[in-house]
């Protein structure tokens, strides 16, 4: 939905509702729906399954140069270096689990 939508639905012009949302928000519409939308690109990226460009799609954004600026600004990193970054956490946390049930289990 875009700010216009929502100040309509609001009955408020544009500009009312845009600072009436900044007021209440801190941010700005767009950069509001931007966090938005990175918050969901970074639970799809986890996930594996899709391309990184397919995720850029997906969660609303309309070119993939406009997505990674916007990933890279919020996350201080691009979209496939956080995906590349989360997946060696996740094998790291995976590889201690074991360890970590064994020693768990050893009587004291």
Known sequence: MRETDLAGLAGQSVSAFS???RRHTGVPFVQYV????VNLACQLLMSGELSITDICYQVGFNNLSNFNRQFLALK??????WRGYHQQLNADSAAESPDLLASADAPA
Not at 34 to 37: F, V
Not at 76 to 81: A, D, I, N, Q, V
């Open 34 to 37: 931007n966090r938005l939308r």
């Open 19 to 21: 600072r009436y949302f």
């Open 76 to 81: 201080g990193m691009s979209p496939s270096r």
